[in-house]
């Protein structure tokens, strides 16, 4: 008995459409396997074997040149004569069961190729010159990425060293990635004659780190058929639950999602928008999850409609149609046609309702989208050949391979790899990676975006912009207000980081707390790691304790000699809440003791004396250019800061009367100055001076409410 009728799992071939589903029925990869054993081919035809293949490919590819598939079969059909699976099969039923996955799913023949070829050099005699020799360099590069590293040679750290090279291989040619999804996924079909323990170990890779790879590269044929194999091994118990229920809904003699489907090609005839109008049954996850979302499941639970259209504009005619016509589930509507996913799904979802309760999820989407939403990455073809070009049949082995279309998940990851070299973080690290599925874009003053995982912080950001440098990046701006590092950012917010200037910046322990990001937190621990002294102690912000400075007591606040009053005998204060200087526009008010406080006209103290009905005394400056001032200062908190703010003062001819620097909260610090100064026409200069010191982001004058 074949390995594949063994695997309880197994729950059906991975197509693209349903129409192709119907035509091409399950292949008897073992039949075809023998039959290439005892068959022989005329020279120069395609054996019998890998007809399937031809076929496949074709439907996409109608002018593919099909003879490199017909060479790859024959290297590899004889490397591997003699081997068998587990299951009792020729092995070359393998490597011609990947391929027909990937023709199904529309790949190009030099993917196709490699495919046939993938396990040849790891399992035969085959060598990569030798597939360079005979088939080019793309070709090699291909197998070359697939092929695992040796036990022999790296021990433990194999499987995952194995998975950090096709990764690397992926950056420059995501056609690796999917000749390897592929491959796991016939290896899941056929797990069955493993032993129990060996089937659950290969079931939680694929779903930490194989699936994710699928959904993020957007091979949604692969990725839910994976889903469904994982399930069935992780927990059967469920898996045969929900099974039961999909049978049992099957059995229906009603179907409330046929008779949806019919009213709704109904409504779209009447408005002559051409669409076509499928039923999308749902995968065993997939129901599951909705049974645990929703309850007891009815019977439009079990499946979606997918309306097909020519062109962009008509998704939205059908939505308008559907949202018109029928009863709209507002709080299901997405559209990702407008905003993309970053495995460049696009589609429109909607939800309709029938009076009796029923509620049919709908996707529409153009019949390219559609082709795109199942194959992903795949459905890209080559990414080195122009436009209405075939793919060359040798590329450059220059080292410099670079695919101009690869996703910025995948950037993220390369970088943070090379940081990790010990196997065991990478591993680890990798799956955390892997689980943040969701991605939001952000963007940056200079009109640069940064695309970020679900979740993401202001820490995050920074070391995603600035790499290591980001140790000194004391704070942010998001959607202009300034905010914490700690700040979770959202999908489409601005970012401005603001870096300080000081070389002993460093970063802190805390923002371990708030990383999100594998290069975040590789670079935070990296640098704690090779600066025990600092990661004994929590870094502070502030490296000077809260110092009030009491006032001294010639320190009384200025009178006649700098503000002329028309009050004879009178004495004048400058008002603490306000600070006037030269040349503000002021006002007096005379208060008890025969004292006349002077405000700027500014002041919320004026309005509310005002509108108490206290009279107001003329006022104006005299003669003498000096002034006492009070100024607020906030900054993020960082090492030497204070030093730094007082030492800019000085050097603008601030005398400090007195100073308080509050306790910081949340990496800010507020500072109180009471400054005298030689002429206030320095006032502008000081303050400018003290804005420039780094971490320093707002001074202002005093003005209390």
Request: hydrophobic letters at 40%; charged letters at 25%.
């Amino acid at each position: 008995m074949s390995a594949e009728a063994t695997n309880p799992a197994t729950p059906g071939p991975v197509v693209p459409t349903a129409a192709r589903r119907k035509a091409r029925p399950r292949i008897d990869l073992r039949r075809l396997g023998r039959a290439a054993l005892l068959g022989n081919a005329a020279r120069g035809k395609l054996p019998d074997a890998i007809g399937h293949v031809a076929e496949a490919h074709r439907a996409h590819h109608p002018d593919a040149d099909l003879e490199p598939l017909r060479r790859a079969w024959v290297l590899a059909e004889s490397s591997h004569r003699g081997q068998m699976r587990k299951s009792g099969e020729p092995y070359i039923t393998h490597p011609l069961a990947v391929t027909l996955i990937l023709a199904e799913l529309g790949a190009e023949t030099t993917t196709l190729t490699a495919s046939l070829l993938h396990d040849t050099v790891e399992d035969t005699d085959v060598t990569l010159d030798q597939v360079r020799e005979q088939f080019g360099e793309e070709v090699r590069y291909l197998v070359d990425g697939v092929t695992k590293l040796e036990k022999v040679d790296y021990g433990a750290a194999a499987e995952p060293e194995t998975f950090r090279k096709m990764l690397v291989a992926t950056g420059s040619d995501v056609r690796v990635m999917s000749i390897k999804l592929a491959d796991r996924l016939h290896n899941m079909r056929t797990l069955g004659v493993m032993r129990p323990e060996k089937q659950e170990r290969i079931a939680k890779v694929t779903r930490d780190v194989l699936i994710p790879l699928a959904e993020r590269l957007g091979v949604q044929a692969l990725k839910t058929e994976l889903e469904d194999l994982v399930f069935a091994i992780l927990h059967p118990e469920e898996y045969a639950h929900t099974r039961e229920l999909i049978a049992r809904n099957a059995a229906r003699a009603d179907d409330p999602l046929a008779d949806i489907a019919d009213e709704v090609r109904g409504v779209l005839r009447e408005a002559d928008i051409p669409a076509e109008v499928l039923i999308r049954p749902r995968h065993f996850v997939s129901v599951h999850r909705v049974g645990r979302k929703r309850g007891e499941l009815r019977g439009a639970d079990f499946g979606r409609l997918l309306v097909l259209v020519n062109e962009d504009a008509d998704c939205y005619a059908v939505l308008g149609e559907l949202h018109t016509c029928l009863t709209p589930v507002v709080s299901e509507f997405k559209d990702f046609i407008a905003v993309p996913k970053f495995n460049l799904y696009q589609s429109l979802h909607t939800a309709v309702a029938r009076a009796d309760g029923q509620v049919a999820e709908v996707l529409i989407r153009t019949h390219q989208m559609h082709k795109v939403a199942e194959a992903g990455v795949v459905a890209l073809g080559n990414p080195y050949a122009p436009a209405g070009e075939a793919p060359a049949a040798d590329a450059p082995d220059d080292g410099e391979r670079a695919d101009p279309t690869r996703p910025g998940w995948l950037s993220r990851l390369l970088d943070w790899q090379k940081a990790a070299p010990d196997t065991d973080t990478f591993w680890s690290t990798l799956r955390e990676d892997l689980a943040q599925d969701r991605e939001i874009t952000v963007f940056r003053p200079d009109g640069g975006t940064l695309g970020l995982p679900e979740g993401a912080t202001c820490v995050d950001a920074a070391y995603a912009q600035y790499g290591e440098d980001a140790h000194a990046c004391i704070g942010a701006r998001v959607n202009g207000r300034l905010a914490t590092l700690s700040t979770v950012l959202k999908d489409g917010d601005s970012v401005q980081l603001l870096m300080g200037q000081d070389p002993a910046s460093e970063p802190s322990r805390e923002w371990l707390d708030h990383a999100h990001t594998p290069a975040a937190r590789i670079a935070i621990q990296r640098w704690l790691a090779t600066h025990p002294d600092s990661a004994e102690e929590p870094h502070t912000p502030v490296t000077v304790p809260t110092r009030p400075v009491p006032e001294p007591q010639s320190a009384a606040p200025r009178t006649a000699s700098a503000v002329v009053v028309d009050l004879p005998d009178a004495t004048v204060r400058l008002a603490g809440c306000c600070t006037p200087v030269p040349p503000d526009e002021v006002t007096g008010f005379a208060v008890r003791g025969g004292v006349v406080t002077v405000h700027r006209l500014a002041c919320a103290s004026v309005a509310h004396m005002k509108g108490s009905g206290r009279p107001e005394t003329a006022v104006s400056w005299g003669d003498s250019t000096a002034c006492r001032v009070t100024l607020f200062a906030e900054s993020f908190g960082r090492p030497h800061l204070l030093a730094d703010l007082t030492e800019a003062m000085a050097q603008e001819g601030a005398e400090i009367v007195s100073a308080t620097v509050e306790p910081p909260s949340e990496q800010r610090v507020r500072h109180t100055y009471t400054v005298e100064l030689p002429d206030a026409a320095h006032l502008p200069a000081l303050m400018r001076a003290m804005r420039n010191v780094p971490g320093v982001y707002d001074v202002d004058r005093a003005q209390h409410q």
